[in-house]
């Protein structure tokens, strides 16, 4: 039987982030355990009302960030404030937040005065770009390191980049972070000391880039974006059926010889033009064609069952709406209807994405109402009701 205890069991964490980048991260280590406050702004943070779904504004992405947390309000601006930052620090072992240098310093978050608090805090950081250079001080969100990495240029068609929907920098960026920290984590067990943990949006984008540039440094192909159409291999790409929509991706000259024998296309086997995946990926509009027409004569489910036959990768293009009920996602139960006190009924928060087989994450509790645990925290830090009342009354908390 799994492990019911989580193995970050016994960790404190206090997140900061905002958005995604850094809430995420606090996301992941609280599914395992850790306990994670999620500090925010006394009338609360811009983040909790992105996306609202409800009328008092709750936001569907903070909803998801924020499930396992405990929410804590505070002016970390004003003395009173930074003097609680210290006390939470003494308890912590892990500060998140992705926010830029000089807001660090100006909180009392950056690395110098967090470890005067705490010699074990480990500070999990992320910047738009980093923190040395010539932009160091900029800001940025997704979008940015999208554009900057090659990746816009290669998304959509030569005459309009396209900026991919979801914003899937800042959650690589934060699961990065969520491996440094737990690597930092464990170094401490041997050194006891704490350490710096740093992301960026920037050297995240461009990891995912890389073989585009590399083969553009080698090379000097000059490739220009081609819709879904894939320029490496091919059949790659996006096609309409009778009723909907399906992608398929091959990779490989097995996949392409099965892929082949369903089409009835023998001869483009012995085709100089089809030889290995570059060559495929070279006339990929020849191929993807011939695979259009091929769709075009069957329903998306007729379709899907003769490529699984043939053991080709394949995938029906799915509207927001039908997501949730998808027949695979529902028996795997990769949503949790998680309820939330402001809306009707349960929100579909996926579970984590990350499987342990001895110690599974869990959803176990609903993203905090605004400041909702804020006496909790600070009365076992200490504070009197009194005092509590006090902080309250000057806006503190």
């Not at 920290?181 to 890389?210: D, H, I, P």
Request: glycine share 8%; net charge neutral.
């Amino acid at each position: 039987m799994p492990n019911t205890k989580g193995v970050l069991n016994g960790y404190r964490v206090l997140d900061f982030g905002r958005y995604i980048a850094g809430p995420f991260c606090g996301a992941l280590l609280s599914d395992f355990g850790a306990e994670v406050i999620r500090v925010e702004r006394v009338k609360g943070s811009e983040d909790r009302f992105t996306t609202p779904i409800s009328d008092e504004g709750d936001g569907s992405m903070f909803l998801q960030m924020n499930r396992n947390k405990l929410g804590f309000t505070l002016n970390p601006m004003k003395p009173e404030g930074k003097q609680i930052i210290l006390k939470l620090t003494e308890t912590a072992d892990v500060v998140i937040a992705n926010l830029p240098e000089k807001t660090l310093e100006a909180m009392g978050l950056d690395f110098e005065s967090l470890v005067k608090a705490n010699p074990r805090i480990i500070l999990t950081s992320n910047t738009a770009f980093g923190t040395s250079g010539p932009y160091a001080d900029r800001v940025g969100f997704d979008g940015v390191a999208q554009a900057m990495s090659g990746s816009m240029e290669m998304t959509g068609n030569p005459d309009q980049p396209t900026k991919n929907y979801a914003p899937y920098v800042d959650f690589c960026s934060a699961s990065l972070a969520a491996f440094g920290t737990c690597m930092a984590l464990m170094e401490r067990e041997r050194s006891g000391k704490g350490q710096r943990v740093q992301t960026s949006l920037l050297a995240t984008a461009l990891t995912m880039t890389n073989g585009l540039v590399i083969e553009q440094e080698m090379l000097n192909r000059n490739r220009v974006a081609t819709l879904n159409r894939g320029q490496t291999s091919a059949p790659s790409d996006s096609f309409k059926t009778k009723d909907g929509w399906i992608l398929i991706a091959t990779v490989g000259q097995p996949l392409f010889e099965r892929w082949v024998n369903l089409m009835g296309e023998d001869k483009w086997l012995k085709d100089s033009r089809f030889k290995d995946d570059l060559s495929r990926g070279d006339h990929s509009e020849v191929i993807s064609q011939r695979m259009a027409e091929w769709c075009a004569e069957r329903t998306t489910k007729e379709a899907i069952k003769e490529l699984d036959k043939a053991r080709i990768p394949v995938g029906e293009v799915l509207k927001a709406n039908q997501v949730v009920k998808e027949p695979h996602i529902e028996a795997r139960k990769l949503f949790q209807e998680v309820p939330y006190p402001n809306l009707k009924s349960p929100v579909p928060i996926v579970v984590s994405p990350l499987e342990l087989s001895e110690n599974p994450g869990k959803i176990n509790n609903r993203a905090p109402l605004l400041g909702e645990h804020t006496n909790q925290i600070l009365e076992e830090l200490g504070y009197s009701e009194k005092e509590i009342s006090n902080l309250r009354d000057k806006r503190i908390v």
